[in-house]
């Protein structure tokens, strides 16, 4: 049987008296304006009060994570272009998100370029991402661009 000074995931209880945690629900962190991409990333990299501290520094992180990767993305693929007004076409919406759990995952291992233990490796480029993901984006075929002017 259960007795009514139980805690649930929303509230505590305390001396018969409901009282609101801190800890952000869902509804704090998706509204409608909400982009996908933030959304897809909250599910993948959960909020963690000891690390983040706020709700606001969460959402702060998950963003700058999700444009980093637009920005390594689109350099990548585009890089004899201006990129700064681009947005990322759709069809890398997966690796966008894939490389934002990359980051946050290797942001303590700043400067490790390769690591090998018990015949199994991993490496990364200097950037902080794996070759494996790095490799699925394939640079647009160009020239540089320049202002030549007509004689």
Known sequence: MENENTQNIDNEVIDNEEVETETPSENEVVNE???PQLLKLQ?????DEDLFGTNENYLTALNELLEDSK???LETLYPYEDTTEMDLPSKYNNWQIRCCVELYNLADKAGLSSYTENG???SKYSDGLS???MNKLTSKVGVPKEDIEEE
């Open 120 to 122: 199994i490796s991993w």
């Open 71 to 73: 920005s390594i993305a």
């Open 131 to 133: 070759n494996f993901l």
């Open 33 to 35: 304006d909400t982009d």
């Open 43 to 47: 599910s993948r990299i959960p909020y």
